[in-house]
């Protein structure tokens, strides 16, 4: 196998070219399937959402299991009142999530077509003042007379 970045020969297949480093890849497997955007978002939702319930289930029946005799310890309660802010943290990120899936989900909508009415100049644009027109520059005409003239030549 020769190296597709350097040319270098007798290379083997998924080991990095002895010569320039760069990664050699199997040409006889197809290649790995990237996965889009739109399937991470899908997949943070399911997570964010089974961790929601595990957390509020795993700290109600913390607290109603050990929570209401006197002694119990206080390690006990913090752990509920934890799960409980952990549930009440992933909510917020199922709700973004939410809206980075609108997001996504408007740029797919084909964009309206454009009319074909095109609206008169007179409305955009002022007509142009021809009265006090400027040169743009001094040096204008100054360019013509560089070139004539002789430059030495170091």
Known sequence: MFCHKCGQADQSSETFCRQCGTYLTDPTKPPKKSITPQEHVTANLIL???TIIACFTLSVLLFVNR???ASTQPLILTTSV???AMGIWQ???FWRTLELRKHFKKRKQPKEPESEE???TGRLLQEADLENFVPTSVTDHTTRELSETKQRSS
């Open 91 to 93: 909510i917020q990120t």
């Open 82 to 84: 934890l799960l409980a």
């Open 67 to 69: 929570g209401f005799p």
């Open 48 to 50: 964010s959402a089974l």
């Open 118 to 120: 095109v609206p008169a």
